[in-house]
């Protein structure tokens, strides 16, 4: 009998942190975009919720993503093209990790600086 598979909150954010005056002027300024990108993400797939802590002045303390909840490697593949996505289109960094007594736990980058994110490598990263 195999063990019941648990479900791991999963969430994928764009690095805002670390970035120079031009990217956080492109940052600010795709801002509109990416959060309706977001938006229209979770409202399609059950069980996705937007991250949307953009109220200060620095984009460093900004949290700006999804989380959802995935048991499997397979379903990394949406979450994970849709940040491949956007990495292209807005020249954006992503953070990806598990999310854990509503602590937050990188396991990997990807983007424009890091390379296209890999969804089966980051399924191992989080030990699905």
């Keep these: 009998m195999s063990e019941p598979v648990s479900t791991m909150h999963l969430y994928l954010l764009v690095a805002c942190d670390r970035l120079d005056e031009k990217q956080e002027k492109k940052l600010k300024r795709n801002l509109p975009d990416l959060q309706a990108a977001l938006q229209a993400y979770a409202d399609a797939n059950e069980g996705v919720t937007l991250i949307n802590e ?47 007594n509503e602590r937050f736990d990188p396991v990997s980058y990807f983007g424009k600086n890091e390379g296209q994110g890999d969804a089966f490598l980051i399924g191992e990263y989080l030990g699905l």
């Design 54 to 100: 953009c109220e200060s002045e620095g984009c460093e303390d900004w949290h700006l993503g999804i989380s959802q909840p995935v048991k499997k490697k397979a379903q990394l593949k949406l979450p994970v093209n849709l940040f491949n996505d956007l990495a292209r289109q807005y020249n954006i960094d992503c953070e990806v990790g598990a999310i854990e």
